[in-house]
Every structure is written in C-alpha cells, then in structure tokens.
C-alpha cells in the first residue's frame, strides 16, 4: 500500500482542526494521516485524537520553532489561528506568519490556511459607514487573517486560502442562540437586516478541507470558500420554530444597536455582521454551497445540523 500523506493540523483539539482529524481517521482508505497539533498533549480532547489514531505532537504558534518540528516530514498543514483567545490582530498575524515560515521550512506541498477577508479592502479606515477598531482595523478578527495570506504567498507556500463561513455552532457556544425577549417571546438577534448570512456546521469544515487536500494541485494558490447554505435571519428563526417546536422570531438590529451589546468582541461583530450584510451579493458569492457540497457530499443544511444539535442550543 502507498504511504499515507501526513497532514499536520494544527488546532487540532479545536472546531476546525478536529474536524479535519476525525475527517482523515475515518476516511481509512484515503491516502492521508493526521498529525495533531496542541500545546496540551495531555489534554482529554488530544487523548481522544490520540484515541483515533492520530499522531499528537506539541506545538505554540507563538514558538516557530515548535511549529518545525510538528510540520516536519508532513506533506501537508491546515492552518488555523484562534482570535477569540487573545483578541490580538498582532499577535493572531504574528501566529498565521510563524506557520507560513514554518511550512515553508518543511517544504510542505500544500497548506490550507483558513483565512476570512481582510475587509478594509471594502471599508477602508477612512470610510465612516463602521468605526475604526483598534486604530487601524475594521473587523478585527478577520483582517489580519486576510492580511496574512500575503506571507503565505510572498514566501511561496503551497497555499489554497480556504473561507470559512458564520458557524450554526454560535448558537450553542457563542450565546448567538434565541432568547427571550422584553416581550416574552423567543428571538434571534442579528443586524443582517433582510440579507443572508452564509452559515456551515463546523464539523463540515475539515470535512471540506480533506476534499481539497484530496484534490491533489487543484485549488493550490487559488482562495476558494464554503457554506452550507445561505439563509436570512428571518428564515434561520422559521428554521429554528420548526425544529423547537416554538415559535422563534428575527429580531433584525441596526450594527450601531448591536456594536453596544457589551459583550468582549461586540464591536468586532458588529462591524463583521454589517460587511456581511452591505457586501452580501461579494460575501455570499465567495462561499458557494454547491462547490463545499462537491467537497463534501455529507454537507449539512441548517434544517440537518438542527435535527442534530437542537437540543443541544441553549434556551435562554
Ligand atoms: N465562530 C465562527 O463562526 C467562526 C467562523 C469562521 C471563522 N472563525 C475563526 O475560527 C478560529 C477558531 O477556530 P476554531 O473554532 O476551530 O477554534 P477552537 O475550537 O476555539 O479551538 C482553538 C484551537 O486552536 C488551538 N490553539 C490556540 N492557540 C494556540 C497556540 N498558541 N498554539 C497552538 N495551538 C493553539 C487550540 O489548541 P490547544 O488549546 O489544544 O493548544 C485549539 O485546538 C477563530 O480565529 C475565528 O475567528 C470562527
């Protein structure tokens, strides 16, 4: 039998990330292996990955040296930082930056880098329709993301630069799920107005990934996104009515509403949701279904992740 191709996923022990693992472990005849990468080899979710038949090594995207040394003898890596760790744009830069350099130490053959846009190439600083955040982003958490693929690219990496989409996990562990209003009833809350908000199950990212490590050359150098469909507030809270079993309404909220909810990253999102929502017809053509769905054919529409995971959204 050839030998499998080594993927080194970093986040492994996380959303993205452990969904690639799982995807690889069980795909047995499919040509791949998993490394999996975590500053906690001890932890219970990389003893589950361990479990599965992946190879646990210990790295910190802060350390580039750890990172060589995870990425070596692998032909691959899926590259994913986590923002809402440290809510650093600089440091969430730095850490995209240390894979790249390491990927390109390890010669790796093909990187997918889960990046988002960097979106001051729609709003720039000067445009006043969102504020300024952190003097001198206007979605923090996807700007420099965006901003790093060009270290990917300058230091010719491999890369497919893969966009990812809101996940429908939000509403069970980012307090994005329905609650009871003023008025007693239950309500989403988005400033999405009447626009769509393209949405996946995060599981179906790594699922979407190993389709593209699968497609050999194919998407190397191309930026290429996925959703698992695009849906409007209004039709996510008929969605949600269905499978509850109670009535959900869409409570649309200006971004200059939502920008004041207090929560740590409000701003952020709100900023976020308003891109989505004045470049929909851009943000929506970027993450096309049909093309995740030839990726991954098992990929879940919101009616499948809710017969999964309805009972799993808090009620608040
Ligand atoms: N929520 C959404 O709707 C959404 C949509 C699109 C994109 N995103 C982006 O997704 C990213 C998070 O991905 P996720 O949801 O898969 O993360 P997650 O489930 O929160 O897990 C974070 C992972 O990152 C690893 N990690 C964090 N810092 C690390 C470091 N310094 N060194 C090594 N590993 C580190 C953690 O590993 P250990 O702790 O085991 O070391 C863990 O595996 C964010 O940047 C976010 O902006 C989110």
């Given at each position: ?55 646990v ?25 986590n ?9 969430e ?14 010669g790796?053959k ?5 990046t988002?846009?960097?979106?001051r ?35 010719g ?22 609650k ?14 009447d ?34 469909e ?38 952020d ?48």
């Amino acid at each position: 039998m050839a030998e499998k191709k080594l993927i080194a996923v970093v986040g492994a022990t996380g959303a993205q990330g452990g969904g690639l693992v799982r995807a690889i472990m069980s795909d047995k005849s499919g040509g791949f292996a998993a490394r999996a990468l975590t500053r906690k080899v001890d932890s219970d979710k990389a003893k589950e990955l361990a479990w599965l038949g992946a190879d646990v090594v210990v790295a910190d995207l802060d350390d580039v040296e750890s990172l060589n040394r995870a990425f070596a003898g692998a032909y691959g890596a899926f590259c994913v930082t986590n923002f809402w760790e440290h809510l650093s744009p600089e440091k969430e830069f730095a850490q995209a930056k240390n894979m790249a350099q390491a990927a390109k130490h390890a010669g790796l053959k093909h990187v997918i880098w889960s990046t988002l846009e960097d979106t001051r190439q729609w709003v720039p600083l000067s445009d006043t329709r969102m504020p300024t955040l952190m003097g001198k982003y206007k979605v923090p958490h996807f700007d420099a993301k965006g901003e790093a693929n060009r270290v990917f690219t300058e230091l010719g990496v491999p890369t497919t630069f893969l966009l990812t989409s809101f996940y429908w996990e939000n509403m069970i562990y980012f307090g994005m799920g329905p609650k009871k209003g003023p008025d007693g009833k239950m309500a989403i809350t988005l400033p999405m107005d009447d626009k769509k908000l393209p949405g996946i199950a995060v599981e179906d990212i790594g699922t979407c990934a190993l389709g593209i490590f699968k497609k050999g050359q194919e998407y190397i150098g191309k930026t290429v996104g996925i959703a698992g469909e695009h849906l409007t507030g209004a039709q996510m809270a008929a969605a949600l009515t269905k499978a509850l079993g109670q009535e959900v309404r869409y409570n649309a909220v200006p971004p200059e509403v939502y920008r004041t909810f207090g929560f740590p990253g409000a701003d952020d999102l709100g900023n976020m949701f308003q891109f989505k929502r004045d470049f929909e017809s851009y943000f929506c053509g970027a993450r096309n279904p049909a093309f995740a769905r030839s990726l991954n054919p098992s990929l879940q529409t919101f009616d499948t992740w809710l017969a999964h995971n309805k009972n799993r959204i808090p009620l608040e």
